[in-house]
């Protein structure tokens, strides 16, 4: 399984940015993924994840995203999106997708993803 994430850039507060994971390898909608961020001098913080399709494609989102982010999947291909609207200074960092093969799916738990993607920057400036 390999993930290529895209899409990071920098934009002003309040801007939308929209961030794409491939995933290659895998069947359609057959693994739970999501989507990671790190900020400088910061550990991997959890943003939102959506679960495999015979599970219910279940989103799930931090607090902190809530509202702002969208993560959805893509009808016609293995990719995810993560759409992100009304961006502010503290959504800088670099933003990595992973998927889960495992069992049992746990959104927020970093450890439990198999496979990660090499991460896309985004910064967002006052």
């Known amino acids: 399984v390999q993930l290529q994430a895209s899409g990071g850039g920098v934009v002003q507060a309040g801007d939308s940015l929209r961030l794409s994971c491939a995933a290659a390898?895998?069947?359609?909608?057959?693994?739970?993924m999501g989507w990671f961020r790190q900020a400088p001098g910061s550990g991997r913080e959890f943003v939102a994840a959506?679960?495999?399709?015979?599970?219910?494609?279940?989103?799930y989102y931090a607090e902190s995203v809530k509202g702002r982010f969208t993560i959805f999947r893509d009808t016609e291909s293995t990719t995810i999106y993560l759409q992100m609207d009304s961006l502010k200074p503290e959504d800088t960092a670099v933003y990595y997708c992973?998927?889960?093969?495992?069992?049992?799916?746990?959104?927020?738990?970093?450890?439990?993803?198999?496979?990660w993607g090499q991460g896309t920057q985004v910064t967002v400036s006052s």
């Open positions: 992973a998927a889960d093969e495992g069992r049992k799916f746990i959104p927020s738990m970093s450890s439990g993803y198999d496979y």
């Open positions: 959506i679960s495999r399709i015979r599970s219910g494609s279940n989103t």
């Open positions: 390898g895998v069947t359609y909608g057959s693994v739970d």
